[in-house]
């Protein structure tokens, strides 16, 4: 399974990390990834990293603000998340088995999820 963990609040501006505790069959999966979801809204993909080469992918609303990373050692992924904004508000889920819908790389999406962390970004 995949257990999340580290959310919480914090003002705009601020910065967080939320982990992913990776077990069972899901260490075997090749890419784990992050999405999140806002109250009365869809799912939406944050970010991918592969197993291999620890390569990694980003929504254009997160680029450059939020790092996804990996210890395989520990078997936990991890989202930094700096200069959160208001909108970054929404529960976080970690996925395995992940995929692109699309081929231009930008639509996520993923077979296996965790029970997700709130984050919440108050202005």
């Known amino acids: 399974p995949l257990v999340e963990s580290g959310g919480g609040s914090v003002q705009a501006g601020g910065s967080l990390r939320v982990s992913c505790a990776v077990s069972?069959?899901?260490?075997?999966?090749?890419?784990i990834g992050w999405f999140r979801q806002d109250t009365g809204k869809e799912r939406d993909w944050v970010a991918f990293?592969?197993?291999?080469?620890?390569?990694?992918y980003y929504a254009d609303s997160v680029r450059g603000r939020l790092t996804i990373s990996r210890d395989n050692a520990k078997k936990a992924v991890y989202l930094q998340m700096n200069s959160l904004k208001p909108e970054d508000t929404a529960m976080y889920y970690c996925?395995?088995?992940?995929?692109?819908?699309?081929?231009?790389?930008?639509?996520?999406?993923?077979?296996?999820w965790g029970q997700g962390t709130q984050v919440t970004v108050s202005s």
């Open positions: 990293i592969y197993a291999f080469g620890s390569q990694t």
């Open positions: 069972g069959y899901t260490t075997r999966s090749t890419c």
């Open positions: 996925a395995a088995d992940c995929f692109f819908r699309k081929p231009d790389n930008t639509d996520g999406w993923a077979s296996v």
